[in-house]
């Protein structure tokens, strides 16, 4: 969009969301000053950035691609001033969506509005949360005990924010992000930002694990799942974003036009392929392996066969017999420890719960107040270990159907936009990329992971975001 016409499209309204930023600016950096710590500055930096924001959303919904990744690390910022939920991102979040209403942009045809999310996705969860909520109080002691990190709820206002609310928040972020691709001259240059957040958490993760200095071998064992605990983030977690990552950005390596951008790209995987193999997940590992196979069949050509090849010798080199050795584990041993106990300690244990509410389910979260549970049945785990397993204990077959509806809409409009002559090689490949994406999530969803918004799910969010903001930019028929 030309200089003129955003003068023009903010002229009458634009002072007023700068003089407030000002003044929250003004008041945000009294506030450092008084409390002279750290979290005044992450409060200033956070208004300043409000105030680009309210004058342009899509600075916003960048911001926010940037940052959603890394919002679940200890190193992000969980409170601002002390009040519960205010936090950098939700602030931001609150700024590119009152901007982006400010704009005059939210109508009901508008990119960031789509039926689907909401009847397909949003009300089952916000349905599943209100049954949930009234069985709290059946959560056995053994999981609300001061010191675990199984339940991060006690009441009622918890349970909607830690189940419901921060979901809905990905989700608004992933429609912000649709809003402002839709209006953007080039939208590749999201392809960018997604490649410099993934350069942001691996890095740390690389930093992090040289720090430490564990040898492979430890780091492969199953004693080490929580190696990256210090920065909060699980491995399992930190497997599946780099999955996402590379799906994303293999396929439009592949189609990249531009040398520059081409090695950009090259050693953006090679990071991040790094980072995926030092969290040492099976299910990652699993996953990347079949994407690999995806993007043979897709793009089978000399080239594609050069990089599975490297892709080989690279984990050769950089860890071959600790990979393998993580991945056989259990190997000889029996289905159950192949899965790391999951299925007698887990799975079978909770698949009669399915039958106490088979058509709506028992509520987001049920797992925590299941019988199993409450008896000891089990392991004690906040989560059944399977995406599949707990959409039907927490929403039943409906829920289920609902939701299986609503990525099989993101998939057909996955490849639809994949096939848009109107959209350059590069962004037709990044959705190429992201129908990979989705197949290796819902693999990586038998053995853990969420269907409801998480955000080791980000990437595939962004992929969604942007799948509707270039769903919008479509002539209309």
């Not at 785990?381 to 159907?401: C, I, K, N, R």
Request: proline share 6%; net charge positive; glycine share 10%.
């Amino acid at each position: 969009m030309a200089a003129t016409t955003l003068r023009h499209e903010y002229a009458s309204s634009g002072w007023v969301p700068a003089a407030l930023g000002m003044v929250a600016l003004a008041v945000g950096s009294g506030y450092a000053l008084a409390v002279g710590e750290i979290a005044g500055l992450y409060v200033a930096l956070a208004l300043v950035g409000c105030v680009a924001v309210l004058l342009d959303f899509r600075m916003g919904a960048v911001l926010l691609l940037l940052m959603l990744p890394m919002s679940p690390s200890d190193l992000f910022p969980r409170t601002l001033m002390q009040v519960p939920g205010l936090n950098p991102l939700n602030l931001l979040v609150a700024a590119t969506v009152g901007s982006y209403v400010i704009s005059g942009r939210a109508h009901p045809a508008g990119p960031a509005v789509r039926w689907q999310v909401v009847w397909l996705y949003v009300l089952p969860m916000c349905v599943a949360a209100m049954i949930g909520a009234p069985h709290l109080h059946q959560i056995p002691a053994l999981v609300t005990d001061a010191g675990t990190t199984i339940v991060q709820f006690t009441t009622e206002r918890q349970y909607f924010i830690v189940a419901l609310l921060k979901g809905i928040v990905i989700v608004a972020i992933a429609l912000m992000i649709g809003a402002a691709a839709a209006r953007s001259k080039k939208p590749e240059g999201f392809i960018v930002a997604i490649a410099v957040s993934a350069w942001i958490i691996a890095l740390i993760q690389l930093g992090f694990s040289l720090l430490m200095g564990m040898p492979l071998a430890d780091m492969a064992s199953p004693d080490a799942r929580n190696f990256y605990a210090p920065i909060g983030m699980h491995a399992n977690t930190l497997g599946r974003m780099h999955l996402s990552v590379l799906a994303l950005l293999l396929f439009v390596w592949a189609d990249c036009r531009q040398p520059r951008m081409k090695l950009f790209l090259m050693l953006t995987m090679g990071v991040v392929a790094t980072a995926l193999l030092l969290t040492f997940s099976r299910a990652a590992i699993g996953a990347a392996g079949l994407l690999g196979v995806v993007f043979l069949v897709w793009k089978f050509n000399v080239r594609s066969v050069s990089l599975a090849l490297l892709g080989l010798a690279f984990i050769a080199v950089i860890g071959g017999a600790a990979v393998w050795t993580r991945v056989t584990i259990g190997f000889g041993e029996g289905a159950n420890a192949v899965s790391a106990g999951r299925i007698d300690g887990i799975w079978l244990p909770l698949l009669p719960e399915i039958w106490k509410s088979p058509l709506w389910g028992s509520g987001l979260n049920s797992v925590l107040w299941s019988f199993p549970m409450q008896n000891g049945a089990m392991l004690p785990v906040g989560h059944p270990h399977s995406a599949y397993l707990e959409t039907l204990l927490d929403m039943g077959f409906v829920g289920a159907a609902l939701f299986a509806a609503y990525f099989a809409h993101v998939w057909k409009g996955f490849r639809t936009v994949s096939k848009d002559p109107t959209l350059s090689p590069e962004m037709r490949a990044f959705f190429q990329g992201a129908t990979a994406c989705l197949c290796a999530f819902l693999v990586t969803c038998l053995v853990g992971g969420s269907f409801r918004p998480d955000p080791e799910a980000a990437y595939l969010w962004v992929a969604i975001g942007l799948m509707y903001g270039m769903l919008a930019r479509r002539p209309a028929k």
